[in-house]
């Protein structure tokens, strides 16, 4: 596996490892990925050293526990010489959201990860592909990781309670494996896969939206929910048709949604945006540009703002082809003038909402979907 790709997987396994209390088998997948974490937050700060005051604030805004987390994530990061230790703080330079995906997977081989770690990120690989039935994927995982029939059940049933992947009943004895990240890669085939699913209205609905967001970087949720109606809405957003971005701050919590291919630069969305960096952005200055009011400095000169902050910088060229053309693929963070943001919540988060409240409704709602997008059509 591409090791960007294996970087970009090892973000997101452990992005669902900090939700459960104990990370059991997968210490190596949750340390390698807290490392590349810390590694993307420090180095977009575009400074050549980064203050240890600074260096603090970074570590909590990622999640890391600057206690007993940071020290341990330094000393790996530094051992890869990938910074500087000083007595006023970190230096780290030329990292850019791939060479640092790159080296998280660096990193990850050096920690002697089991078996079961190296199945869990092949699994999560497959079942982004396209839906895949488990009795297929189960032989191929044992065969290749050398993993016992105990092991290999032990894999599906961490895989599933942790949420590296989904999993939607077809039958008694049969499930249908995918993830969130189905629609970063081959979108237009996997898109008319589920059109065909849905009936005339369903469909005509889903177009619309569609063709929308190929002219807007961002639709908000409510205009989303207003064209599609809840239950389709829901539907298609519980397996990550379109990527749900929320922004908030102390008056008002407010989503937006991109389309999932829409950061493909030159590989797959997941890649070049794995740390939800371009999405935060994109969705942090449509608010800035459509909720906040001229008195606090409404964001009006969008090109000349973008202009002042890329500099070179990937995110903000992606941001800036996002709100122009809408879908930046074929060019295949929070601090900003009157956006007034401080909290974001990306796609998978927000996913992840939608299809526990999907499952919970009704396990076989999205069922459809599922099979087509494995078939081509229905069982």
């Known amino acids: 596996m591409d090791k960007k790709v294996q970087g970009s997987w090892l973000i997101h396994h452990t992005n ?13 997948t949750f340390v390698a990925g807290k490392a590349g974490i810390l590694l993307s ?13 600074r260096l603090l604030v970074l570590a909590n805004a990622s999640n890391i526990n600057t206690a007993f987390e940071l020290p341990k994530l330094l000393d790996i990061l530094k051992d890869q010489e990938l910074i500087d230790v000083t007595g006023n703080g970190v230096g780290v330079l030329g990292i850019t959201t791939i060479s640092a995906l790159q080296h998280t997977a660096n990193i990850f081989e050096s920690l002697n990860p ?3 770690e190296l199945s869990a990120i092949e699994l999560a690989e497959i079942a ?12 191929e995982l044992s065969d290749t990781y050398k993993l016992a029939s105990n092991e290999v059940k032990q894999l599906f049933y961490d895989s599933e309670k942790i949420g590296f992947i989904d999993v939607e009943p077809i039958t008694k004895s049969e499930n249908l494996i995918f993830n969130g990240n189905l629609f970063r890669r081959d979108s237009a085939i996997k898109t008319k896969n589920v059109l065909d699913s849905l009936n005339v209205q ?5 177009v619309e939206l569609t063709d929308i967001m190929k002219r807007n970087a961002c639709v908000s949720y409510a205009d989303s929910v207003r064209i599609l109606g809840e239950p389709l809405f829901k539907k298609v957003n519980s397996i990550g ?9 102390t008056q008002e919590e407010v989503g937006y949604l991109t389309l999932p291919s829409a950061f493909s630069k030159y590989s797959s969305s997941m890649v070049d945006d794995a740390f939800d960096l371009a999405k935060a952005f994109v969705a942090s200055l449509t608010y800035g540009m459509t909720k906040s009011h001229y008195a606090r400095g409404q964001i009006s000169m969008i090109d000349r703002l973008l202009g002042a902050l890329i500099d070179g910088r990937e995110v903000g060229e992606l941001a800036l082809q996002a709100i122009r053309q809408g879908d930046v693929s074929e060019q295949s963070i929070l601090s900003l003038p009157g956006a007034a943001i401080t909290k974001f919540r990306g796609p998978e988060a927000n996913r992840e909402i939608i299809r526990r409240e999907q499952i919970q409704r009704s396990p076989f709602e999205t069922n459809d979907m599922i099979s087509a997008l494995r078939t081509g059509g229905h069982f």
């Open 16 to 28: 669902k490892l900090q939700n459960v209390t104990n990370q059991g088998e997968y210490q190596n």
């Open 41 to 53: 937050a420090i180095s977009e700060t575009n400074q050549s050293v980064v203050t240890n005051e």
């Open 114 to 116: 089991k078996s079961i």
């Open 128 to 139: 982004s592909n396209k839906p895949v039935s488990s009795s297929e994927v189960s032989e």
């Open 202 to 206: 369903e469909r005509t609905s889903l």
């Open 241 to 249: 048709f379109f990527d749900i971005n929320v922004v908030s701050n």
